[in-house]
C-alpha cells in the first residue's frame, strides 16, 4: 500500500459525459501527479500540481483540467468523454518535484 | 508523446535464475532515475532509484547500474521468483524539479 488513495476505482459511462476522479496523496506529501495509461500510449504524463499550484503540463487533452485543494487533494475533471479516454487513471504524490513518485492503485474508466 | 507503448519487450526467467531488464535514455541532462514494478491491475511500484553521481546501487535482491556514456540503465533482479512477475519501467528526471519520463516497460515472467 502506497499510502496514495483514489477513488473511484471503476467508472463506467457514455461518450459526451464528464467525471471526475479523485486522488489523497501520502500524508506529508505537497506534489501529486495524474498519468493516464492505455494500452497504445503506455504510461503518459498528464498534470501535476504542487501545494495548490499547477507545476508542470504534459500530454493533457484541453477536455481535462484538474486542481488540487488545500488539503492537498486533487480531482481530475474529465470532459466530453470520447472512446479513447478509456484507459486507467492513476495518481501519484511527491514529497516534492524530483522526488519518488508514489502512485495510487488507479481508477479505471470505460467510455461506452 | 514522450512514452512509447507499441511494443511492450518481454522477458521470461525460470525461478531462481536472475534477470536483467534493460533501458535505455535519451536526455544526457536526466540526473535521476527511478525502476518501477506494476503488477497486472495495480499502480506502479517503487522499487530503488539511483541519482546520475553514482553508477550503481544495492538494494533487497535488486541493483540498479547506470552507465552515463552510453545513456543505459538495467536493474538486475536476483534469485528470481514467481512475485516477480510484472511490467518493470524506468524513469529519468531531466533535470532537477522536472517531471519524469517512462519507458516503455519490460513485461518479466517468471517460469515456476
Known amino acids: 500500500d502506497s499510502g496514495v488513495t483514489q477513488t473511484p476505482k471503476h467508472l463506467i459511462t457514455a461518450t459526451g459525459q464528464r467525471v471526475t476522479l479523485r486522488c489523497s496523496p501520502r500524508?506529508?506529501?505537497?506534489?501529486v501527479y495524474w498519468y493516464q495509461q492505455s494500452l497504445d500510449q503506455g504510461l503518459q504524463f498528464l498534470i501535476q500540481y504542487y501545494n495548490g499550484e499547477e507545476r508542470a503540463k504534459g500530454n493533457i487533452l484541453e477536455r481535462f483540467s484538474a486542481q488540487q485543494f488545500p488539503d492537498l487533494h486533487s480531482e481530475l475533471n474529465l470532459s466530453s468523454l470520447e472512446l479513447g479516454d478509456s484507459a486507467l487513471y492513476f495518481c501519484a504524490s511527491s514529497v516534492a518535484t524530483g522526488y519518488e513518485q508514489y502512485f495510487g492503485p488507479g481508477t479505471r474508466l470505460t467510455v461506452t | 508523446g514522450e512514452s512509447v507503448g507499441l511494443h511492450l519487450p518481454t522477458l521470461s526467467v525460470q525461478e531462481g535464475d536472475n534477470s536483467i531488464i534493460n533501458c535505455a535514455y535519451s536526455?544526457?541532462?536526466?540526473?535521476?532515475f527511478i525502476w518501477y514494478k506494476q503488477e497486472s491491475g495495480k499502480g506502479p511500484q517503487f522499487i530503488i532509484d539511483i541519482r546520475s553521481n553514482m553508477d550503481k546501487r544495492q538494494g533487497q535482491r535488486v541493483t540498479v547500474l547506470l552507465n552515463k556514456t552510453v545513456k543505459h540503465l538495467s536493474l538486475q533482479i536476483a534469485a528470481t521468483q514467481p512475485g516477480d512477475s510484472a511490467v518493470y519501467f524506468c524513469?529519468?528526471?531531466?533535470?532537477?524539479?522536472?517531471?519524469?519520463?517512462f519507458g516503455t516497460g519490460t513485461s518479466l515472467t517468471v517460469i515456476p
Open positions: 524513469a529519468e528526471n531531466r533535470g532537477t524539479g522536472n517531471q519524469f519520463y
Open positions: 536526455n544526457s541532462a536526466s540526473d535521476y
Open positions: 500524508s506529508g506529501d505537497l506534489s
